[in-house]
């Protein structure tokens, strides 16, 4: 049975819907009260946040540690409860916390309009006038809290499996629904989408524990979990830390190693299925040593569910069947695939760029819920996506993604093809480079060659004659040169390992 994510606006009828699925499924019920009375016994003052992020954003950026520490709160509380057994969640937005988890079933809830503003009317004694502006004020405040907080719009429908609209059915027969839709195959556990839990659940206890700990609080540190590794990432201004983050660490559930990486930027490496033997690696290990980045990892399946193996089954085995796929999931642990994805990382350790790494499946807004928003990417790299596609439909597609990514990370994303042709040096590429080169010196020679002509061009008697030749001339001939010897300058800077 899925993890029930009820989401919606106060006063909506949201809570009273999960409620009466929880009862009616016998799931446990947990909402964002609880949440948030877990926060604050940690020591986060989440009313003071909210009132920060919503009346003064031009504080926000020295909310992002405490925005992290709530999240992982958050994330905890839930996983936790889950852990002991079937579980229905009321909130904002909690569906967010848990990206790369499959057996989630995001519910949200459209209220009756009429019924909330009566609602509103009863128990605040407020005039109808006074009552619909509180409640767009406090919807207002709701999609900001969101946006600043999972970084993505709360009324995009994408993000949702299901939309109960109470205007067209009553709250029992919206339960009742529900009941029969969590029961369905597409929600249901497997061993992939409850091992990546436990991940979210390991990387949120790891970050609460360095934010309680005095020795690690107010550093701003980079926390993800993969396998069971913990991988740390700090600034360097913060490297008198990373001798006490193994210490803050050590004993944690789940967690068998820890990794500390200091990085002054990072960079993010997106592909369908890592090779290290592969080209790309050595040109994004040494793009990182130049910026001194960190390389975070996200092996990208573009299929509906975490459970799916890999496009190309192993011999002998059948595809993915509709009971979600724990069989394949057996393989997929074992398969080619995963072992190259973990060889890559471990490539990475050895080099000391590791940021981390995770495994993501379904749609582009999957992958988008994965990226840390509060990570200014100096580059997001993107690899070889849609395998199973035909070549000119994985150009399209690919090119899409690139497309969508660029716009919601704000970041430049560049494929790793032209990756390649911005770093290497091909045999096409140098020629063009020496023709350049060639027709810049030509010019350069002709000019001082011929310098009474033009010095007469220019401002001669000739230029007398016909003053727009001179204009015209370097019109045409300036960008030409300019353009030429750009590219021969940046190809020998290039060359000499100078950005």
């Known amino acids: 049975m899925p993890i029930v994510f009820i989401c919606s606006v106060p006063f909506g009828g949201g809570e009273r819907l999960a409620r009466s699925l929880a009862a009616k499924l016998g799931y446990a019920y947990l909402s964002r009260d609880d949440v948030v009375a ?25 909310l992002a540690r405490l925005k992290q520490r709530y999240l992982a709160v958050a994330t905890d509380t839930i996983c936790e409860k889950a852990a ?45 006038e006074k009552a619909e502006r509180f409640l767009r004020e406090i919807d207002d405040d709701i999609r900001a809290w969101v946006h600043f907080v999972h970084g993505a719009d709360m009324d995009d429908f994408r993000r949702y499996d299901f939309i109960v609209n109470l205007e ?25 989408s409850r091992r990546a839990m436990e991940e979210r659940l390991l990387q949120a206890r790891a970050r609460i524990r360095l934010a309680l700990d005095e020795r690690t609080a107010e550093a701003d540190l980079t926390v993800r979990s993969s396998d069971g590794v913990v991988t740390i990432t700090y600034m360097p201004r913060q490297a008198s830390l990373a001798p006490g983050i193994p210490e803050v660490l050590h004993g944690l559930p789940g967690c068998r190693e820890i990794r500390c990486t200091v990085a002054s930027t990072n960079i993010l490496w997106i592909q369908e299925e890592f090779r290290p033997d592969a ?33 190309q089954p192993a011999s002998g085995l059948k595809a993915r069947p509709a009971d979600g796929g724990v069989e394949d ?17 471990e490539a990475l350790v050895h080099e000391g760029r590791s940021g981390g790494g995770q495994t993501v499946s379904g749609a582009p807004d999957r ?51 032209e990756l390649s042709a911005k770093l290497g040096f091909s045999l096409g590429q140098a020629v063009k480079i020496a023709a350049a080169l060639l027709v810049v010196v ?35 001939v300036a960008p030409l040169v300019a353009a030429l010897y750009g590219l021969v300058a940046s190809a020998l800077l290039r060359l000499i390992r100078l950005e």
Not at 447 to 475: C, I, N, S, T
């Open 38 to 62: 877990k926060a604050t016994e940690c020591g986060i003052p989440v009313g003071k946040l909210e009132v920060a992020m919503v009346k003064k954003p031009a504080v926000r950026e020295r």
């Open 84 to 128: 002991e057994g079937d579980l229905v969640y009321f909130g904002r937005a909690g569906h967010f916390l848990l990206p790369g988890v499959s057996h989630v079933l995001r519910v949200r809830v459209i209220p009756e309009h009429g019924q909330r503003l009566d609602t509103v009317m009863q128990r605040t004694k407020l005039s109808r």
């Open 168 to 192: 067209n059915m009553s709250l029992e027969n919206a339960a009742t629904a529900l009941c029969g839709i969590a029961d369905l195959p597409d929600f249901k556990p497997t061993p992939v």
């Open 279 to 311: 080209g790309t690696l050595p040109q994004i290990n040494e793009l990182a040593r130049r910026w001194g980045a960190a390389v975070e990892l996200i092996r990208y399946r573009p299929v509906g569910d975490e459970g799916a193996a890999s496009p």
């Open 329 to 345: 999931d057996v393989v997929e642990r074992v398969s080619p695939a995963e072992r190259a994805f973990r060889e890559t990382l």
């Open 367 to 417: 992958l988008l819920a994965a990226v840390n928003p509060d990570i200014n990417y100096s580059l997001v790299v993107l690899g070889d996506v849609f395998l199973d596609k035909p070549s000119a439909a994985r150009t399209r597609i690919a090119r899409d993604l690139a497309n969508f990514l660029a716009g919601k990370i704000k970041s430049p994303v560049i494929r790793t093809a």
């Open 442 to 476: 030509a010019i350069y020679v002709l000019v001082f060659h011929y310098q009474e002509p033009l010095v007469d061009l220019l401002g001669g008697a000739y230029h007398k004659r016909r003053p727009w030749a001179a204009p015209l001339v370097v019109a045409l």
